[in-house]
Antibody, heavy 117, light 112 residues
Framework: EVQLVESGGGLIQPGGSLRLSCAASGFTVSSNYMSWVRQAPGKGLEWVSV???????YYADSVKGRFTISRDNSKNTLYLQMNSLRAEDTAVYYC???????????WGQGTLVTVSS | QPVLTQSSSASASLGSSVKLTCTLS???????IAWHQQQPGKAPRYLMKLEGSGIYNKGSGVPDRFSGSSSGADRYLTISNLQSEDEADYYCETWDSNTQVVFGGGTKLTVL
């Protein structure tokens, strides 16, 4: 059974850093595209970043230069390092498998990041 | 880059059927999309992948009441025999090598 479990969210001051983790089971992270998607309070889904199975990474313009996606193959875990956080980064962050089959096909339960002083 | 357009809201009565629409922008009418359901307070759930031909592949455990179809640039999600638990936000999603993952704005479905 495919499972994605995020952790690492919390309350952080503007300008601070946070690292999110996504522990995967039931499949191999390094063999799939893996994405981070966020949802601000009361808003829709916003794609944040993707790492391809080959290692290429891509970012939404809103986070480029501040966020870094990575993975640890030995731990079968996906990460999102978030630096220089802003109030507008406040959201629930979801880990997702895909879109190497041209779409996301599994979602984690999400972790809340609140950026506030 | 592709843009996905969805109506902001829809409503239908318990036990009836509803058809939600996701429209691909000009030049992208052949794109494959996915439909995702997000019930209140929960994470999104993958429902199906839908091709321009109308062929769709549902995720594990998705009820038979959910089906997909296509016409030109429009991608549809039809829910039959509406249940109270179908009240949710529905998002369409596509992928492009330049823009990566793109989501529609979502449709809030109310079951009357």
């Amino acid at each position: 059974e495919v499972q994605l479990v995020e952790s690492g969210g919390g309350l952080i001051q503007p300008g601070g850093s946070l690292r999110l983790s996504c522990a995967a089971s039931g499949f191999t992270v390094s063999s799939n595209y893996m994405s981070w998607v966020r949802q601000a309070p009361g808003k829709g889904l916003e794609w944040v970043s993707v790492i391809y199975s080959g290692g290429n990474t891509y970012y939404a313009d809103s986070v480029k230069g501040r966020f870094t996606i990575s993975r640890d193959n030995s731990k079968n875990t996906l990460y999102l390092q978030m630096n220089s956080l802003r109030a507008e980064d406040t959201a629930v962050y979801y880990c997702a498998r895909g879109p190497d089959s041209l779409c996301i096909d599994y979602w984690g339960q999400g972790t809340l990041v609140t950026v506030s002083s | 880059q592709p843009v996905l357009t969805q109506s902001s809201s829809a409503s239908a009565s318990l036990g009836s059927s509803v058809k939600l629409t996701c429209t691909l922008s000009s030049g992208h009418s052949s794109y494959i999309i996915a439909w995702h359901q997000q019930q209140p307070g929960k994470a999104p759930r993958y429902l199906m992948k839908l091709e321009g031909s109308g062929i769709y592949n549902k995720g594990s455990g998705v009820p038979d009441r959910f089906s997909g179809s296509s016409s030109g640039a429009d991608r549809y999600l039809t829910i039959s025999n509406l249940q109270s638990e179908d009240e949710a936000d529905y998002y369409c999603e596509t992928w492009d090598s330049n823009t990566q993952v793109v989501f529609g704005g979502g449709t809030k479905l109310t079951v009357l």
